[in-house]
């Protein structure tokens, strides 16, 4: 069964920085695309950042690039995602995901981590 457990978020103030992890389990990620996804309150939940894990291929949000950092330790299995420069805007629930590779969608995903940045 996989598993996608975030941690890392927290309460920070304007300019500061944070780390979102992402254990993940339950298959072999290699051929994946994993994901970072966020959603603030009252709008829906948006792509922030993906990397394809054979290819290091990556994307980012238009708002979050030179920003945010995605990257995957493939011996511990875990997903980051390093943010700086931290915005008021980026006040979120974020979430990490799972699109295996042949699947048109994002199949798994965690249960999010909550990031607020205080102006």
């Known amino acids: 069964q996989v598993q996608l457990v975030e941690s890392g978020g927290g309460l920070v103030q304007t300019g500061a920085s944070l780390r979102l992890s992402c254990a993940a389990s339950g298959r072999t990620f290699s051929s994946d695309t994993m994901a970072w996804f966020r959603q603030a309150p009252g709008k829906e939940h948006g792509l922030v950042a993906v990397v394809h894990l054979s290819s290091g291929w990556t994307y980012y949000a238009e708002s979050v690039k030179g920003r945010f950092t995605i990257s995957r330790d493939s011996v511990k299995g875990t997903l980051y995602l390093q943010m700086n420069s931290l915005r008021p805007e980026d006040t979120a629930v974020y979430y990490c995901?799972?699109?295996?590779?042949?699947?048109?969608?994002?199949?798994?995903w965690g249960q999010g981590t909550q990031v607020t940045v205080s102006s």
């Open positions: 995901a799972v699109q295996p590779s042949g699947s048109p969608s994002y199949d798994y």
